[in-house]
């Protein structure tokens, strides 16, 4: 019996098991040493790593930063973290939920090989809420998801919102022959980086959330549609001169700067019982 469980215990161990987390090792080192010299990683720097697997990134990334932040929740890839980290004084190895974490309390970049499965929670919890300390980073990540995030064709709230305070955009493609185990689709390099004068000031973010959150009920909405019971008929005929807009054109392709200007006309212009408000469980994350 006892030689029966040992030996279905190393065919399990043997057995390819399911990637549910979407976690694709990167093993091409000339492009681990791009995505640091991409987020411009210097001695002054605090990094956070999400998802630091073997660490191949990691020990690219000790080399430069001041303070590397690894965090890690396959217990496996933990121990062999510890094993080559062990002689780096200025890296922290966290044994956790991505998603758990508290980012740090002092201005911190991010450099990461994320696991796909949680890509969109992963942006959620870095620019959910622009008074955080996230300053820039370089986030490999799946190619669709990169595009979705960059596209002028903005379906999700979300990323119009996080484009208000941040400018993302793809460095490069990825092909999928450099991660191991091997994805099925293709990767992104995609770069982060905090506005210098944002669109919206970071302290009404919470303003402009209850607006873009209303609006998208369905981004296919022409804007007159889309901004009902915000604007009044009068309002809405001035914006979309101001905007240069057609009564066609659909919400889903504002520019960030044209929602810039709808959003301080109805600050200026509308009175706060009519300002669309969020619900804030929506921005906890």
Do not use: C
Request: proline residues 6%; without cysteine.
């Amino acid at each position: 019996m006892q030689r029966n469980r040992q030996s279905y215990r190393k065919k399990v161990s043997q057995r390819k098991l399911p990637n549910f987390l979407g976690q694709h090792l990167m093993h091409n080192k000339r492009l681990l040493k791009e995505m640091v010299d991409q987020a411009k990683i210097g001695k002054q720097d605090i990094v956070l790593e999400l998802g630091a697997g073997k660490g191949a990134l990691t020990e690219v990334l000790i080399q430069r930063a001041k303070k590397v932040i690894a965090v890690e929740l396959d217990h496996k890839f933990v121990k062999t973290l510890e094993k080559k980290m062990t002689n780096s004084p200025n890296v922290t190895i966290i044994h956790h939920d991505i998603l758990k974490i508290y980012l740090p309390k002092e201005k911190f970049m991010v450099v990461s090989n994320i696991p796909y499965a949680i890509t969109t929670p992963i942006l959620k919890k870095l620019l959910h809420n622009p008074l955080s300390n996230f300053q820039r980073g370089v986030i490999v990540m799946e190619k669709g998801a990169a595009k979705r995030f960059t596209s002028k064709n903005v379906k999700d709230p979300n990323v119009i919102a996080w484009r208000m305070w941040f400018d993302i955009r793809i460095v490069k493609g990825i092909s999928r022959k450099n991660f191991s185990p091997p994805p099925k689709v293709d990767s992104a390099m995609v770069f982060i980086n905090r506005k210098k004068a944002p669109t919206v000031p970071t302290t009404d973010y919470i303003i402009f959330w209850g607006l873009v959150d209303y609006a998208f009920k369905n981004p296919r909405s022409p804007i007159d549609v889309a901004l009902r019971g915000i604007f009044t008929s009068r309002q809405m005929k001035q914006l979309k001169r101001t905007l240069k807009m057609k009564n066609e054109h659909p919400v889903s392709m504002l520019t960030e700067e044209q929602w810039g200007v709808i959003f301080d006309t109805m600050i200026k212009y509308v009175p706060k019982f009519r300002w669309p408000k969020i619900n804030r469980k929506k921005l906890k994350y």
